[in-house]
């Protein structure tokens, strides 16, 4: 064996050592009540196929590593982990290791708006334009795929229509068409890389530059992802009266205790930001590292506040956000919302002969209906592979943490979430 083959064997032998190392030390989390001399189960005692399925995806280096935290069915929190925070350091990856969660942002967003409905300051049927009057003269494009000849809305765009991706905007990373063009080049890019091209300085700046440019489609009668969780960003700051990160850090945040998810890294925590890796389609190119989403870049000031895909958050932290949501709007002895306004944001609220990706929508994410195997299910993901869902049927929710790119470039799902399930007991139909 030559020199080099020989390095990377030893190399890949101690991942795979550290991420065996680490199998018996995912430890559950007894729920609220459990007292500080409550047994502590290991994860991989009650979740032994999922670790597998972590390991093995490490020792092969696929990923460098990767984080999962499960909401039980009986209210504990068990966290599994494999490798470590980057293929080029030891640091290995712990339930607060830091993620680009992207799109994962949305249904905080969505459960932000939620909260101002409970509250009675706004609706699903209230007219955007009556908050944002730069659209009160939305025009839709005649022919989108080949100009910007547009014509006047017929239908009024509605809070609903932004939680929903029906509002009928775009997005600058969806092809090469017009209006996708058209946002590039106005810098409405909220969600490509930091720093990669210029962008506009604020949500009111966005959507400022965004009443310029037609819709694709009337509202509500199309799903096209979009920015629009974006726009319902600046909604929700006007509505409140407070600046977006700050709402959401009063009313979600501080209550349920995601003291690590931020739009901005803060001082020191670098370090637990788990290295971005960009791979073939196939996941089997050698990775690189895409400009724009380093830890420098993710350090530096804010000011577009990214409702779309914005946050950076930990596994403990987003398994708190989606428990909450499972146990209908309580995190641990906190009410952070009534139990009908948890059960709102995770139903369906698309119409009914309209899908998203061959299902309903709900506050920002996917929902099963009735019929999917998985009915019920709400969830999202992130461009780097991250995901996070709540099953309400079987009483679970769960998150997985990785960073590779393209989304699924490395499809650890589709072996963890059957493995999951057999460890959790549940047969699905189908």
């Not at 956000?321 to 995190?331: I, K, P, Q, V």
């Not at 995901?387 to 072996?415: C, H, K």
Request: charge should be neutral.
């Amino acid at each position: 064996m030559d020199g080099n083959r020989l390095i990377a064997s030893r190399r890949s032998l101690l991942l795979g050592a550290g991420a065996l190392g680490l199998s018996g030390c995912g430890t559950v989390s007894l729920p609220f009540g459990g007292g500080s001399d409550a047994p502590a189960i290991r994860g991989l005692d009650r979740l032994p196929r999922t670790q597998t399925v972590l390991n093995r995806f490490v020792i092969e280096r696929k990923l460098p590593g990767v984080s999962v935290g499960v909401r039980t069915p009986e209210g504990q929190d068990i966290f599994l982990q494999a490798g470590t925070l980057d293929f080029n350091i030891y640091d290995r990856v712990t339930p607060d290791s830091l993620f680009r969660i992207f799109s994962m942002t949305k249904p905080i967003t969505g459960t932000a708006a939620a909260l101002l409905i409970e509250d009675g300051r706004l609706t699903l049927d209230t007219p955007v334009a009556d908050i944002i009057p730069e659209f009160a003269d939305i025009k839709v494009a005649t022919n989108p795929s080949e100009s910007l000849a547009a014509r006047p809305a017929r239908n009024p765009m509605l809070v609903r229509h932004l939680l929903t991706h029906t509002a009928g905007f775009s997005y600058s990373i969806m092809g090469n068409g017009p209006i996708p063009r058209a946002y590039r080049e106005a810098g409405i890019t909220p969600a490509e890389p930091r720093g990669d091209a210029p962008q506009v300085r604020d949500l009111d700046e966005m959507v400022a530059k965004l009443a310029d440019i037609p819709l694709i489609a009337e509202p509500g009668t199309t799903y096209s992802y979009s920015v629009s969780l974006d726009v319902l960003g600046l909604v929700i700051q006007r509505v409140s009266g407070m600046a977006f990160p700050d709402f959401l850090q009063r009313r979600i945040f501080n209550p349920v205790g995601m003291g690590d998810t931020v739009f901005r890294l803060r001082d020191g925590d670098a370090a637990r930001l788990m290295q971005v890796y960009a791979f073939g389609r196939s996941g089997t190119n050698p990775p690189t590292v895409p400009p724009g989403l380093s830890a420098e870049a993710y350090s530096q000031a804010v000011t577009l506040y990214s409702g779309g895909g914005g946050l950076i958050s930990s596994t403990r932290d987003y398994l708190d956000f989606l428990s909450m949501l499972l146990n209908d709007g309580r995190a641990g002895r906190v009410r952070v919302m009534k139990p009908e306004t948890a059960r709102l944001i995770r139903s369906d609220i698309l119409p009914a002969d309209l899908t998203a990706e061959g299902g309903g929508y709900g506050f920002g994410g996917w929902v099963a209906r009735p019929g999917h195997r998985r009915q019920g299910e709400f969830g999202w993901s992130g461009a780097a592979g991250t995901q996070g869902w709540i099953d309400p049927e079987q009483r679970f929710a769960a998150t997985m943490m990785i960073q590779a790119m393209p989304y699924r470039a490395v499809d650890i799902l589709s072996e963890l979430r059957p493995a999951l399930d057999a460890d959790l007991g549940i047969t699905r139909a189908g």
